[in-house]
Structures are given as C-alpha cells and as structure tokens.
C-alpha cells in the first residue's frame, strides 16, 4: 500500500505547527534530484509560485484565515489543463507554440480557492491516447515498484501518478477518458477516481473524447480522492460515512474482465474478495454477456478516434510530424467514422446503457480488477505488436465504466512488497457519494488485513 501522507495527515500536520513552505520545499527537492524522476515526471515546474502561495497560506493560517483545512498542500496538474500564462501542450511536440493560457480552467480554479498549490505540469502520454504513460518526447517515468527494470507508471496520467507516490506532489488532478487515472493509480499503489462525467466541468481541458472525457484525482488514499472530487465538483467535501460491509451487494462480471489475468492480480483480487465476502458483503458472479459486445460497437475506433480526430484534424494537416506515431495512427482512426457511423454508434451506446443498467441495478456496485495485469516494463513495448496488445488490455476493464457513464475507482488490494495490483468499484451513474462510502469501507478492511 502507499505510504505517501494523506491529505489528512498533511492537515493534521499544519494544526500542529507543520508549514507549507516546508512541504513545498521538500516536494521541490525530490523533483530536483539528480537520481529521481522528477525530470521525466514534470513538463514544467512552477517553483516560485508555488513558494509564494505557501508563504501567502502560512500567513493566513497564522491569522486564522486557511481557506481550507487543506490550504497550502501541493498537487500536481497533468498537462491537459489550462494554467493562466502557459501553453497547454498535452504532452506534445504540436502544441508548444500555441498561445498562453489566459485563464485556468475551471477544475484548477476550484483546487486554488480551496488552498490547494499547483506545484507543476506533469508528463503524460501525448494528448492522453494510450493507457501506458509512454511519452517519446519527454521520456516516460519510471514506476516506484521495480524501478531498477523500469516498469511503466501507466496513463495517460503517468507523471501525476509517479508526482505522489514520489513525493513531489501530495495529489494529482488527472483526467479520465478509458481509465486514465484509475491505471496508473492500479499499477503504482494508489486510488484513482473518475467521476459521473458531467460532475466536473471540462473546460480548459484539452479534450479527447468529448463524450467519454471525465477529470479526477489520484492521491494516497478514498477520502483524499473524495476531498478532491469534492472541490473539483464545486461541492463541499464531506465525512465518509461508515458503510456496513454487511449486506453490500456486488457483482463480479464474468464476461471479458478477467481474460489474460497474470497470477499476481488473480491471487490478489482473490484474497480481495474473500476478505469482502467474509466481513458480510454479498457478492455474486454475474454473466453480463452485454460486456461482449463492446468490441464490435467500437470496432471503428469508437468515440475516442471520431471525437479526437474532429478535434485534431486542423494540426494534424499542418503538424502531422511531430506527432507520436503511434498516437498519431490511433486518432486517424476517426476517419473511418462517416455521419452514419457516429449516429449508430451514439444510439448503441445509449442502449448498452439502458440494458447493462437494468441488470446491474440490484447491485451497489461492481467489483473487478482494475487491470489484469502487473506493470509491463517500459522496454518490452518497444515492439509495436506488445505495445498495441497490452495498451487494449490495461483500458479494457477501466474504459466500461466511462462508456456506461458511471462514476468508479480503483483502490490498492495487493499485499506490502508486492507488485502493486488494483481493486475496481464500478457505481451507478450520479452515484459517486455513495461509491465513495463504499470504497473507504473497503479500503479499510483491506489495508487492515493486509497490515
């Protein structure tokens, strides 16, 4: 499990005299250093104004004016974002001429009203189109578990996720589009969010799929993602209540989830589930044949090449060659898509959704392994057939619940010292408190067995 502090514990740490400007500090030295990761991890680094901001919140807390309880913590921003006064290049080559950001976005606004400091942008797979984290531009940051073979952090939040478990960053603002904050969450140790889609506003957020797109947290722990999700959402955050593990009922799909499971996920989604099952959940295998059939309806690329070639199409006539090859030939997928395709294709989503949605209903979610797999290392996805093959593999489990449209996260279920391995909670759409009350209940039993 992660022993990055939680958001509470950084708290708790300033009622007890701890500073900000401290914790910046440190968080700047970790990525500074010449052994790390911080150069691969962040894109840009906003040192002095990170500084600035703590010294600004230290002084209010000292008065007794913190914006928040959190004020003056440092989170990472993927570089998908808008940060007024820097170009938002989404990880790419093609974008690093555009203009300034004249505003931030709405999802950064919200984090800086509450006290929160971004401390950089951080690294990502070129405009988010991959669920491994590899970037050919900037290099790929390792992850922490097995960093001497150098194992991907997955993505396309790879430098958020790799920005805490390192220590430069308390937190990460992601995004999520196929699982792109619940991966790299599930491969290095930590819990990745993605909301109900339209909780949190997409703006200045350069968009890969308009009508998958969700934003998120990575952090150490359920209630830190739920205090982050709560603030993104322009909500008050909240206590998590205790949810009775007695009585919940989930449902584990037995379609499609667990083909190509290595054995280190096996072995800790089973001891995962038993554990559930002994404290009083009621889980049940469920057919859910439907998931099937989500092969042939994005069999032209789906939403993600018809949306993101739209959005691409004016640069990639003019820019084609900086592009990352193999991101480049996943968006002109989307030209496969006529009128006619895109239609059908709305219209079966919004019946998968209607007749997944009655057969899952009973259940208060559903319970599968995030990824089937432990993280490849970054070398063998030189070759081209590998890459391809694991890159479909880490998104299809995480890419259901965006496509049902439901809120889901990905909590650690592995044991200490071993490669980590993701547990996934699949809600109900709008239900992300309550998928919230459940995750921590979960949480708590599994780091408490595993302690």
Do not use: W
Not at 79 to 103: E, N, Q, V, W, Y
């Amino acid at each position: 499990m992660s022993a990055v502090p939680t958001l509470a514990d950084l708290a708790r740490s300033f009622d007890q005299g701890s500073r900000s400007r401290d914790i910046i500090e440190q968080c700047l030295a970790r990525i500074a250093a010449p052994e790390g990761e911080g150069r691969r991890t962040f894109l840009k680094v906003h040192a002095e104004q990170a500084r600035a901001a703590a010294d600004f919140h230290d002084t209010m807390r000292r008065n007794g004016a913190a914006a928040s309880p959190f004020a003056g913590i440092p989170v990472s921003i993927k570089d998908l974002f808008d940060i007024a006064g820097d170009t938002t290049t989404a990880g790419s080559m093609a974008l690093r001429d555009a203009p300034p950001a004249k505003r931030d976005a709405p999802a950064l606004s919200r984090l800086r009203a509450a006290g929160f400091i971004p401390i950089g942008r951080t690294n990502m797979t070129e405009f988010a189109f991959s669920g491994l984290g590899i970037n050919p531009h900037h290099g790929t940051p390792a992850n922490l578990y097995d960093r001497k073979n150098a194992r991907i952090p997955g993505g396309s939040s790879s430098g958020a996720a790799v920005s805490v478990t390192d220590g430069m960053a308390a937190a990460a603002l992601g995004t999520d589009t196929g699982g792109s904050c619940r991966i790299p969450a599930a491969l290095c140790g930590l819990v990745g969010f993605k909301p109900t889609a339209k909780r949190v506003p997409l703006d200045g957020a350069v968009p890969l799929s308009t009508s998958l797109d969700s934003i998120g947290p990575i952090a150490a722990s359920v209630a830190c993602c739920a205090v982050l999700d709560a603030v993104l959402a322009g909500e008050e955050p909240r206590p998590l209540r205790e949810f009775p593990l007695t009585g919940l009922r989930l449902a584990v799909p037995q379609t499609l989830v667990f083909d190509g499971i290595d054995a280190d996920v096996a072995r800790a989604f089973a001891a995962a589930r038993t554990r559930l099952s002994e404290a009083g959940a009621q889980i049940a295998d469920l057919p859910l044949r439907e998931l099937s059939e989500l092969g042939r309806i994005n069999s032209k690329g789906g939403f993600g090449a018809a949306e993101a070639y739209t959005f691409h199409r004016p640069l990639i006539e003019s820019k084609a060659a900086l592009y990352d090859p193999r991101v480049l030939s996943r968006i002109l997928r989307g030209r496969e898509q006529d009128a006619a395709d895109y239609i059908d294709l709305v219209r079966a989503r919004a019946d998968f959704i209607r007749r997944v949605g009655a057969i899952v209903a009973p259940f208060d979610a559903l319970l599968l392994p995030t990824v089937p797999i432990i993280a490849p290392r970054i070398a063998d996805l030189d070759d081209e057939i590998a890459y391809r093959d694991i890159n479909l593999l880490l998104l299809r489990n995480p890419t259901i619940a965006n496509f049902l449209d439901a809120c889901a996260i990905s909590l650690p279920c592995h044991r200490p010292g071993e490669a980590p391995v993701g547990l996934m909670l699949i809600g109900h759409h709008g239900g992300d408190g309550r998928l919230f009350d459940i995750a921590a209940a979960a949480e708590h039993l599994l780091r408490a067995k595993s302690n």
